[in-house]
Nanobody, 114 residues
Framework: VQLQASGGGLVQAGGSLRLSCAASESIHSIPAMGWYRQAPGNQRELVATIISSDRTNYADSVKGRFTISRDNAKNTMYLQMNSLKPEDTAVYYC?????????WGKGTQVTVSS
């Protein structure tokens, strides 16, 4: 499965962005998908995960501001990011886990200016 993240950009603090992760194949049978991010000098960290279509988990730093979702019919996962903060600046990566296979897409840059 190939994953392609998009939707990043430059936004002012308090603004919103919606990231998309398009898969090259059906994601119907992929149980776990998620978003991770990596800021310069930092390790990659978990942002949010979604199991099946309704079990979600968020990093404490984004709870209440970010919403992860997936549309199996469109083979796409989303990350709605509201109330963005400068500390959200990072490259965002999408991930899919199917059995023993771990798939990563190329990242999309999100930059939040103060």
């Amino acid at each position: 499965v190939q994953l392609q993240a998009s939707g990043g950009g430059l936004v002012q603090a308090g603004g919103s962005l919606r990231l998309s992760c398009a898969a090259s194949e059906s994601i119907h049978s992929i149980p776990a998908m998620g978003w991770y991010r990596q800021a310069p000098g930092n390790q990659r960290e978990l942002v949010a995960t979604i199991i099946s279509s309704d079990r979600t988990n968020y990093a404490d730093s984004v709870k209440g501001r970010f919403t992860i979702s997936r549309d199996n019919a469109k083979n796409t996962m989303y990350l709605q990011m509201n109330s963005l903060k400068p500390e959200d600046t990072a490259v965002y990566y999408c991930n899919a886990v199917e059995l023993t296979n771990d798939y990563w897409g190329k990242g999309t840059q999100v930059t939040v200016s103060s």
